[in-house]
């Protein structure tokens, strides 16, 4: 009696032990059958996957609105999930909020959604990106704060954005940041300034902003400048002449 006592007390906590492995095992990587299951529906919803060699999903690129709220819920399950677009959807906030548990994303582009008014707070998890493109949102300032990929950020698009010169101090943290595209924006050299001694700065996009002759002598302080686009602005000619005397590997295109 005693013997079958300790036996069923043995195998009571194997099973618990068990159990908590198999609950880890649930809540880390998704099983092979829930990835089956998660690209199957994808796939029947009408979302473009990529696979890589071995067949894992890698790349979507949904730009016409394939993705709605509930298939957002399944992209969690695709933990290769590099690369992700997403365009001209219906999208909510309760829909987009699953990217949180994505982390392995390092690129990711959503443009022509209406996020108007979202804080967004679910970039914060994103800590992998190299690449990220919130191009015409309607989002403000306030997202940027929530962006952690500090030190492997390199590509940042943000135009369309109802963005100000008081929100350009978050970008300075990206140290790395090589790509910066602020076009339609009412971005000023003010908000410029903020950019100087951004040393890996490589290309900048300012096209339809309030920037002026002037404001190009910021772009002195950032020595890996090497193309500027500034079609729309109020910027001469002479101003533009001036800048590439002194820098001729300065393009800036109007």
Same mark, same amino acid.
């Given at each position: ?117 979202? $804080?967004?707070?679910? %970039?914060?998890?994103? *800590?992998? /990106? #190299?690449? +990220?493109? &919130?191009?015409? @949102?309607? !989002?403000? =300032? ?24 008081? $929100?350009?101090?978050? %970008?300075?943290?990206? *140290?790395? /940041? #090589?790509? +910066?595209? &602020?076009?339609? @924006?009412? !971005?000023? =050299? ?24 002037? $404001? ?8 890996? /400048? ?8 109020? !910027? ?19």
């Amino acid at each position: 009696m005693v013997f079958n006592f300790k036996r069923l007390a043995l195998v009571s906590v194997l099973t618990v032990l068990f159990s908590c492995v198999a609950v880890q095992k649930g809540d880390g990587i998704p099983s092979s059958t829930s990835i089956d299951k998660a690209v199957k529906k994808l796939t029947e919803s009408g979302v473009p996957l990529q696979k890589d060699p071995k067949g894992n999903v890698r790349w979507i690129e949904a730009k016409k609105g394939e993705l709605t709220d509930e298939s957002m819920g399944l992209l969690p399950l695709l933990p290769d999930l590099e690369w992700l677009e997403i365009g001209k959807s219906k999208l909510t906030a309760r829909g987009l909020k699953h990217l949180e548990k994505c982390t392995a994303l390092k690129r990711l582009y959503i443009h022509h959604l209406d996020l108007e008014g979202e $804080d967004l707070e679910w %970039l914060s998890a994103l *800590k992998q /990106l #190299e690449a +990220l493109s &919130l191009q015409h @949102t309607k !989002i403000d =300032g306030g997202v940027l704060k929530h962006i952690m990929a500090i030190e492997s950020l390199k590509v940042l698009n943000l135009s369309g954005n109802p963005l100000n010169d008081d $929100d350009m101090a978050q %970008l300075s943290r990206f *140290k790395n /940041l #090589e790509v +910066l595209a &602020l076009a339609d @924006t009412n !971005i000023t =050299g003010l908000g410029i300034s903020k950019l100087q001694g951004m040393a890996r700065l490589n290309e900048l996009n300012i096209e339809r902003s309030g920037i002026q002759d002037y $404001d190009l002598s910021y772009f002195m302080s950032m020595p890996n /400048l090497r193309i500027v686009y500034a079609e729309g602005c109020n !910027i001469s000619q002479l101003a533009i002449g001036q800048v590439i005397m002194r820098f001729p590997s300065l393009p800036i295109f109007q």
